[in-house]
């Protein structure tokens, strides 16, 4: 693999943490405005349990 191969996939990885970061933000505001897991799922790229350990933490 090649040096800009490994700096590509750097990026990627980071560029996805920073994605899931965003995500796990809005599921939790969204659970703090008691909005329902269902909808939330509708608007971040998590699972429903990934969604509800969120809401655990919440509480």
Known sequence: MT???KMQEARNDGRD????IADRR???RMLAKN???DEILEFVDLTKEEIQELAKEIQ
Request: aromatic share 8%; no cysteine; charged share 45%.
């Open 3 to 5: 040096y800009e191969m």
């Open 17 to 20: 943490e920073g994605e899931k």
């Open 26 to 28: 809005t599921a939790k």
């Open 35 to 37: 909005k329902p897991i």
